[in-house]
């Protein structure tokens, strides 16, 4: 494709960064709208598997990436009295830990420090009009500025509002049926390099894991209504709070440590475990990219791979095509099977059997958790580790791109 006009990419996170890259190694002039004030840190414990690996590998931020691994070796599950119930080393069948344990915050760093001289990134705006040309798209900033670009790329999260400007009929929330909430507390003495998870009576999930030199992160998920169709993917932080305290209370040590934490937490994160799902990826010259096209949520451990593919592959297609609608068509062709599989691994279901309710359902739960633990156990369940962790490697096969720049 041309690359006389600028591609603008709405979302400084993990997609937007990722796809920037790409985008000035085939040499297109890059614009980045962030919304955020200035680069957002933050964010939890995610791991880059399979594919994802790859894309990383592909530009060599492999050492870096190793560099800020949060060193996490393994889970232990608890009871409510904190006593340990399970031990799952890393690479243990059923465990959490992967080999790429990564803040979320330290991974969006590193993207955004390997283009942020590159390109041309503007913070504290966002997109609130499109105009779309024969030739380009017209743009109206927040800012009240206008310009033109060659095509838009949403990669502004689950809550994208671009997408909402051509996409909004095309595209649902999937509500799982559980809310979750994400944030720090601080470090403290008996906090070390294993993953900490409790599962509770009223179906409350907690896992408190390394975040650093200062931090431990959290991540509690329960079982809730769906949010009412006005209300926000992230509700008010009054109102989270309140909500996320009702389902700590009375849920054990760790919970009452979180909830002693709870009114000093700064970055806060909060809202519905929602999948979204868009039957298009494009409109025009817009189209959409990472959490905005097909957030599977944090609960599958696959959201930062998918968005480090998808941007991999949609800047390879807008290279390789003559038009931006065939390298958008080709985008999604290439994706879409990829996205679908990976989100249906998460069904409504499966989200309501892990976070059992009743006593009966815990004594299930921590029976399977008892027997994970066991070494014997794992030693039976080896081969299907080996089996699995080739089946992730497997997972999609990257096309291969010529740089033509
Ligand atoms: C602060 C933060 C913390 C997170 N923590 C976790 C976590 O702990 N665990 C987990 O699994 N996932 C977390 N996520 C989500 C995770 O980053 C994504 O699932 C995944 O990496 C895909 O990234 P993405 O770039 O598509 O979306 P995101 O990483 O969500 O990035 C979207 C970016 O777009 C920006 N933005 C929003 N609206 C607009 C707009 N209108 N115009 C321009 N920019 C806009 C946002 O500020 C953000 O920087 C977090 C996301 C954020 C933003």
Known sequence: MKRTKSILICGAGVAGPACAWWLKRYGFKVVVAEKAASFREGGQNVDVKGAG????????????????????????????????????????????????????????????????DACDYRFGTSVVALDESAEGVWVTFATGAVEEFAMVICADGVGSSTRALALAKQTRLRYLGAYMAFFTIPRRAGDDSWAYSVNGIGGTMIHLRPGGLANTTVLVTFPAAPPAPHEKQVNSVHDARHMLRAALSGRGTVAERIVG????????YFGPMSQVQASHWSSGRLV?????????????????ALALVGAYVL????????????AFDAYETILRPYVEKTQQELTPR??????????????????????????????????????????????????????DA
């Open 315 to 326: 800047a390879g297609e807008i290279m390789r095509c003559a038009s931006h609608t065939e």
């Open 261 to 268: 934490e709870l009114d000093a937490v700064r970055d806060f």
């Open 53 to 116: 690996q790859q894309v990383i590998a592909m530009m060599n931020l492999t050492m870096q990436i190793d560099a800020m691994n949060t060193g996490e070796c393994g889970q232990k599950w608890l009871d409510a009295a904190g006593r340990v119930l399970a031990t799952l080393p890393k690479g243990s069948v059923g465990g959490l830990t992967s080999d790429f344990e990564i803040l979320r915050g330290n991974l969006a760093r590193i993207l955004f420090d390997a283009t942020r």
């Open 350 to 403: 499966l989200v309501r059997m892990l976070h059992v309710k009743t006593r009966s359902g815990i004594a299930i739960a921590r029976f399977v958790q008892r027997l994970l633990g066991s070494r014997f156990i794992q030693y039976l369940l080896a081969p299907r580790a080996v089996a699995h962790a080739r089946s992730v490697e497997a997972d999609f096969a990257l096309p291969r791109y010529q740089t």
């Open 288 to 304: 959409l990219l990472g959490d905005a096209a097909h957030c599977p949520t944090p609960f599958t451990g696959k959201g930062t």
